[in-house]
């Protein structure tokens, strides 16, 4: 049996340790897997938010595309060397980025007799000036003046040429009967090339109208309209670079489209994103080393790792009340298969002793006076075991259930001490039982109960204490306003680690006076009728040299 039950031992210590083992190695696991998870995340955000910093530093060259431009259409030709500088001015002080701006004040008619710039049948777009403005000094201008053929330098020719034959081609087409679409309008009188832009300011219908007549020859008189076309040259590493990412990238530059770098390190990442439109030829380019980006690792990996740490706590915590649910309730078995075990015991004996007295008597043909009275006191014995063992069961019961009632009434400590030092002397003659009253005070109590805690307490004593010295010492003594009783004997005592469990029910100290002839009632009694009264108890032990038990009753 008792190999069965190491056995079983064993087999649940394995289980015990092969959870804890698959509870640390799926936690490590969860770890690595989240820090792997986290480092990813990390680098995918390293790929993909390179386009927040590029929107951010191209905000200001939006705008000016998509809003500073288009201004000029509202002068309709009518800007001139003179009233272009406002406008100029404004836009070099708020656009770094613009290194100079080519304006050409730019005439179309069907004169004959000009003899320079774009013509398309009848239609001639004639450069009167183009002025030349640079940052950051926007007072004044250079004027370019053409060559005695009446021919302006090459590098401004062409733009002006450039958005003067589309101009002209659209002239051609346009059905001056609708609106103009928003697709011609971009092509058209938008030139977007890299490291400038061109524009037109967009005509009225009723302009376009007479363009087209000027074109075809159908206009009855010589004219001249306005138009103004600009040229806007960018420098894009004059663009304000702010790294809105910090904790992603360490290092953000403008840098040629064709640049590569050179560097091999395998712990440096790069990434890069084209700029647009006339900013194509350049690139913005992010690098950060591993060691960089581990910083921000660390920081979107400590709540992961919290939440982990905090659902495996709940794993630990769960698991733990379910090996304490289990372990209370294996401990709650034993202790009632121990209660029932002693309890068949108990009775056993004492109905063992009387069925055996009551044969005896009931065979036997004739009893002397010696025979009648030993199975009379066999008898009575036996009986009183049985009753205490039940009065016992039944105020243990009553006790905890609060079925009784507590009548109390002022108790003379000495008289009362006297009776229960008698009652002793009969019942135990070879304990040697002193008690020693200290106080002239009474106790407002119940004296039954009272007496049934010194009597568990002299039994207590009187059951582990050697054959050869068994002595109890009771004391009763003030203690501030209350009143201290303490039975010290120089029994066997008891150990360390059985201390916090002897006022359990059920519980039986394990030792060679102990194997038999109890419950693990008496104490836990004891205890209970302490507590009901409004006192506390406590103990005191030392193994081979005795126990003191200690209890306090408030006088209030």
């Excluded at 074109?215 to 790294?243: A, C, R, V, W």
């Excluded at 921000?296 to 709540?303: A, I, K, S, T, Y």
């Amino acid at each position: 049996m008792k190999q069965q039950q190491r056995h079983t031992y064993r087999k649940n210590y394995a289980l015990v340790i092969a959870f804890i083992l698959v509870v640390i190695t799926s936690f490590v696991l969860a770890v690595f897997l989240a820090r792997d998870l986290t480092v990813k995340y990390v680098e995918n955000e390293f790929t993909s938010r390179k386009t927040e910093v590029l929107e951010h530093n191209i905000a200001p060259f939006n705008d000016f595309f998509h809003n500073r431009i288009p201004e000029i259409s509202f002068y309709q030709g009518y800007l001139d060397s003179s009233s272009v500088y406002t406008y100029v001015d404004s836009v070099l002080k708020s656009y770094p980025f613009i290194e100079r701006i080519v304006f050409y004040d730019v005439s179309l008619s069907n004169d004959p007799l000009v003899n320079r710039g774009f013509s398309a049948n009848n239609l001639v777009i004639n450069p009167k000036g183009v002025y030349v403005f640079r940052a950051p000094d926007t007072t004044s201008e250079t004027t370019v003046e053409p060559n005695r053929h009446g021919q302006f330098p090459l590098s401004l020719s062409d733009d002006f040429n450039n958005m003067a034959v589309k101009f002209a081609a659209f002239i051609e087409r346009v059905d001056t009967a609708k609106s103009v679409y928003n697709d011609d309008i971009f092509k058209v009188f938008y030139s977007v090339n890299p490291g400038k832009i061109s524009y037109m300011n967009i005509p009225r219908r009723n302009d376009l109208k007479v363009y087209k007549e000027l074109m075809y020859g159908k206009h009855p008189h010589e004219t001249s309209y306005e138009q103004d076309i600009f040229t806007f040259f960018i420098d894009p590493n004059k663009l304000s670079l702010e790294n809105t990412v910090p904790e992603l990238y360490q290092r953000v530059q403008i840098l040629p489209l064709v640049y590569e770098s050179i560097d091999t390190n395998p712990d440096l990442l790069s990434t890069e994103t084209p700029l647009p439109g006339a900013l194509a030829d350049y690139k913005i380019y992010f690098s950060s080393s591993r060691s960089f980006l581990g910083t921000e690792v660390n920081r979107r990996f400590l709540p992961v790792m919290a939440s982990v740490l905090a659902i495996y706590l709940l794993l630990a915590i769960i698991a733990y009340l379910i090996y304490r649910n289990l372990y209370v309730n294996k401990r709650m078995f034993k202790l009632q298969y121990d209660f029932i075990n002693n309890l068949s015991h108990e009775f056993k004996t004492p109905v063992s002793v009387i069925k055996i007295a009551g044969n005896n008597i009931h065979h036997a043909k004739q009893l002397s006076d010696g025979e009648r009275m030993h199975y009379g006191k066999i008898l009575d014995e036996e009986a009183d075991k049985l009753n205490n063992l039940m009065n016992t069961l039944l105020s243990f019961t009553q006790i905890e259930n609060k079925s009784i009632k507590i009548k109390r009434e002022d108790i003379d400590l000495h008289e009362f001490c006297d009776k229960i030092l008698v009652a002793s002397g009969i019942k135990y003659a070879d304990l040697a039982i002193q008690c020693t009253v200290k106080t002239e005070r009474v106790l407002y109590t119940d004296p039954v109960l009272l007496n049934s805690i010194f009597q568990n307490l002299i039994d207590n004593a009187y059951k582990y204490s050697k054959p050869n010295n068994k002595t109890l010492r009771i004391i009763v003594s003030d203690s501030k306003k209350n009143i201290e009783i303490q039975f010290k004997d120089q029994g066997i005592g008891i150990a360390k680690n059985e201390l916090a469990h002897i006022f359990k029910k059920f519980y039986r100290v394990q030792n060679q006076y102990n194997q038999q002839g109890s419950v693990g009632l008496g104490l836990a009694f004891c205890k209970e009728l302490v507590n009901f009264l409004g006192g506390a108890i406590s103990v005191e032990s030392e193994l081979g040299k005795g126990t003191t038990f200690k209890i306090i009753f408030p006088t209030d």
